[in-house]
């Protein structure tokens, strides 16, 4: 990452000058600020590059590596909405005639033309922020270290100077400091703490939906489900597509017996996200509580397909088994596991099904699913464990 941050340059930047701060002034009147941040680095405060504005609400922002040929970025736009204050920002790809553009500024029209870097930024969805905010994502991720580089940027109906992303850098760097802080105190147990903590962090980046979401999680673990959901909503007002607390709303929904709600919430979070398992579990777990079992069987199977130890978790962000007959939920996670062959994981979950009162030895025998079980040894252990004894 280090060698390829040597070389970085913005579109419309002197070449020798890796600008940690540009700015671009949209034709609908928006400013826009960017800026590079290095977590745990000194934030340095070099030159300002410039940004190639287009002849739309969009400005594209573009790194180069001159001695590599390569380039990553992405293209901006943004939009003052209906209510007042809001602002709505889009990240999109880069158009491939980027590259005619990079070239043409390198003086050498006959080079080859510079490549796209195979692994560029991921997008963040689109994000609703308020006049004058920010929002930072991931723009460079080291595998080697796990060190990152996060692009922030802000968007005002106002000029933005280079001491308003001064001030930008610092927040973002102690919000994450905090971030850190927050997840270890949650590990940990110390939810109160954890809530402070998010509290700080939002303070300094109120447009983070994914603090809003994990200060949501810290509430609803500690009982404080209708702040808990207001947290979730807020994340969803910045970030409509933001399948975890979709999920997490439903959770709530569905430990207040609102099976229907819940359904409805699940469904929509798998509907952004189709390889969520925790979301097909909790889904099922729905369908189990309504009375569908054939429905609630396929969802834990697709759960267990896209995560064969989802099961086995811990509830985490599943929800538990309200309102569901928790040995026949057992039951089928039995089932689940002997067809995937893991006859183990079978055995214990038939355990606790029979611990948890579903000793039906006819539904077992009959079940294809189970069947080659009936002859192991452990098997006719547990029946003999939980067979009922005469009084």
Same mark, same amino acid.
């Given at each position: 990452?280090r060698?390829? !941050?040597?070389?970085?340059?913005?579109?419309?930047?002197?070449?020798?000058a890796?600008? &940690?701060f540009?700015?671009?002034?949209?034709?609908?009147?928006?400013?826009?600020?960017?800026?590079?941040?290095?977590?745990?680095?000194?934030?340095?405060?070099?030159?300002?590059?410039?940004?190639?504005?287009?002849?739309?609400?969009?400005? $594209?922002?573009?790194?180069?590596?001159?001695?590599?040929?390569?380039?990553?970025?992405?293209?901006l736009?943004?939009?003052?909405?209906?209510?007042?204050?809001?602002?709505?920002?889009?990240?999109?790809?880069?158009?491939?005639?980027?590259?005619?553009?990079?070239?043409?500024?390198?003086?050498?029209?006959?080079? %080859?033309?510079?490549?796209?870097?195979?692994?560029?930024?991921e997008?963040?969805?689109?994000?609703?922020?308020?006049?004058?905010?920010?929002?930072?994502?991931?723009?460079?991720?080291?595998?080697?270290?796990?060190?990152?580089?996060l692009?922030?940027?802000?968007?005002?109906?106002?000029?933005?100077?280079?001491?308003?992303?001064?001030?930008?850098?610092?927040r973002?760097?102690?919000?994450?400091?905090e971030?850190?802080? *927050?997840?270890?105190l949650?590990?940990?147990?110390? !939810?109160?703490?954890?809530?402070?903590?998010?509290?700080?962090?939002?303070?300094?980046?109120?447009s983070? %939906?994914?603090?809003? @979401?994990?200060l949501?999680?810290?509430?609803?673990?500690?009982?404080?489900?209708?702040?808990?959901?207001?947290?979730?909503?807020?994340a969803?007002?910045?970030? %409509?597509?933001?399948?975890a607390?979709?999920? @997490?709303?439903?959770?709530? &929904?569905h =430990?207040?017996?609102h099976?229907?709600?819940?359904?409805?919430?699940?469904?929509?979070?798998?509907?952004?996200?189709?390889?969520?398992?925790?979301?097909?579990? =909790?889904?099922?777990?729905?369908?189990?509580?309504?009375?569908?079992?054939?429905?609630?069987?396929?969802?834990?199977?697709?759960?267990?397909?896209?995560?064969?130890?989802?099961? $086995?978790?811990p509830?985490?962000? $599943?929800?538990?088994?309200?309102?569901v007959?928790?040995?026949?939920?057992?039951?089928?996670?039995a089932?689940?596991?002997?067809?995937?062959?893991?006859?183990?994981?079978?055995?214990?979950?038939?355990?606790r099904?029979?611990?948890?009162?579903?000793?039906?030895?006819?539904?077992? *025998?009959?079940?294809?699913?189970?069947?080659?079980?009936?002859?192991?040894?452990?098997?006719?252990?547990?029946?003999? &464990?939980?067979?009922?004894?005469? &009084?």
């Amino acid at each position: 990452m280090r060698s390829m !941050l040597a070389g970085l340059a913005l579109l419309a930047a002197v070449p020798a000058a890796a600008a &940690e701060f540009a700015f671009a002034t949209l034709e609908g009147g928006l400013h826009v600020g960017f800026a590079l941040v290095h977590p745990g680095q000194e934030i340095r405060t070099g030159g300002i590059g410039e940004v190639v504005v287009q002849r739309t609400n969009g400005v $594209s922002r573009v790194l180069f590596d001159e001695d590599a040929g390569t380039y990553f970025g992405y293209r901006l736009e943004a939009e003052a909405l209906a209510i007042p204050g809001r602002l709505r920002v889009v990240l999109r790809p880069l158009s491939p005639r980027i590259a005619d553009d990079l070239r043409r500024r390198t003086g050498c029209l006959g080079c %080859p033309l510079p490549k796209p870097l195979a692994s560029g930024p991921e997008r963040p969805a689109p994000r609703v922020i308020s006049d004058g905010d920010f929002l930072t994502f991931d723009l460079l991720v080291n595998p080697q270290t796990g060190g990152t580089i996060l692009d922030a940027v802000k968007v005002s109906s106002q000029p933005i100077s280079v001491d308003d992303m001064k001030l930008v850098a610092h927040r973002v760097v102690a919000a994450q400091e905090e971030m850190r802080r *927050a997840d270890l105190l949650a590990a940990r147990g110390s !939810l109160s703490s954890a809530s402070m903590a998010l509290v700080r962090v939002l303070a300094l980046t109120p447009s983070d %939906p994914v603090a809003h @979401n994990k200060l949501g999680i810290c509430y609803q673990r500690s009982g404080r489900t209708n702040e808990a959901w207001a947290q979730y909503e807020r994340a969803l007002e910045i970030d %409509p597509d933001y399948a975890a607390v979709w999920n @997490n709303m439903g959770s709530i &929904e569905h =430990n207040r017996r609102h099976f229907v709600e819940a359904l409805k919430l699940y469904e929509r979070a798998i509907s952004l996200k189709p390889d969520f398992a925790t979301g097909y579990k =909790n889904l099922g777990a729905a369908y189990l509580a309504q009375g569908q079992l054939d429905e609630g069987l396929a969802a834990y199977r697709a759960a267990h397909r896209l995560d064969p130890s989802i099961l $086995s978790a811990p509830a985490g962000s $599943s929800v538990n088994a309200t309102g569901v007959e928790v040995g026949l939920q057992y039951y089928y996670f039995a089932k689940i596991y002997a067809a995937a062959s893991d006859l183990e994981s079978a055995l214990t979950f038939l355990q606790r099904a029979f611990a948890a009162g579903f000793y039906d030895l006819e539904a077992v *025998a009959e079940d294809t699913d189970l069947s080659q079980l009936l002859a192991d040894p452990r098997y006719l252990a547990l029946v003999e &464990e939980f067979a009922p004894r005469p &009084e």
